[in-house]
């Protein structure tokens, strides 16, 4: 059976956007998965199991970027980051 | 977001304050690392004290596999008191330590070698060092 892919725009809601302690926390819940998972930002890609291609997409607060899993904890992978997002990352404001 | 469980130990090693404020920035980052630590060497120590406070240090975070020894300064007494150590503790020492290759140090695949994961630090320090404008100009 091909692999599903799922493909979400997100909206990064937290004050620093994808800084240091977020790209941290995005690699590493994505690296937790199996599925293969990018984020893209204008033409830019990154894996986002990679802090350092995380960092340099330079995602500034309030930006929209998307993000695509392929494998096969596609669905998992993609809420659990949509949630990680969504809760700012555990940052405080 | 942490990933600790059973890592490879990981030991920084720098002149003053900058071994523990790399692993305060380090934990800042990425939350509570207890499989690292932090060793600051000054001229105030005495040689043999400042080896056996690395040894001790090695000791304490062995592993099967070893440990990872971070240096600040290929040369300097940091790195020097760790080669000392090299013959008989299981150690890989990757001098010139910056915040890439520590942020990486903690999240390597724990299933590479101790030797594949010191040239993989080296190489991924290397790599994230950028003048900054070439980066935007495409010309990373």
């Known amino acids: ?93 | 977001m942490t990933e600790t469980g059973s890592r490879t130990g990981v030991l920084i090693i720098a002149h003053g304050a900058l071994a523990q404020e790399m692993l305060n920035t380090l934990e800042f980052i990425t939350g509570p690392q207890p499989r690292a630590r932090a060793i600051a060497l000054d001229h105030a120590l005495d040689v043999d004290r400042a080896r056996a406070m690395v040894v001790e240090a090695i000791d304490a975070l062995m592993t099967p596999k070893g440990v990872l020894v971070l240096t600040d300064l290929f040369g300097g007494a940091p790195s020097n008191i760790a080669l000392s150590t090299l013959d008989e503790k299981n150690i890989e020492i990757v001098a010139g330590v910056n915040l890439p290759i520590l942020i990486h140090a903690v999240s390597l695949d724990e299933a590479l070698s101790l030797r594949a994961m010191a040239e993989a630090l080296r190489d991924y320090g290397r790599n994230n060092i950028f003048r900054a404008s070439d980066f935007f100009s495409g010309k990373k």
């Open chain 1, 1 to 93: 059976m091909p692999a599903k892919l799922v493909k979400l725009q997100v909206t990064l809601t937290n004050k620093w956007g994808l800084h240091a302690r977020s790209s941290y926390a995005l690699a590493a819940l994505a690296r937790s998965f199996s599925a293969a998972i990018t984020v893209t930002r204008g033409g830019a890609r990154a894996d986002a199991k990679k802090m350092d291609e995380l960092l340099a997409l330079a995602v500034e607060p309030g930006a929209q970027m998307e993000l695509t899993a392929v494998g096969p904890d596609e669905e998992r992978a993609a809420a659990a980051l949509v949630e990680l997002i969504a809760s700012k990352f555990g940052e405080k404001e």
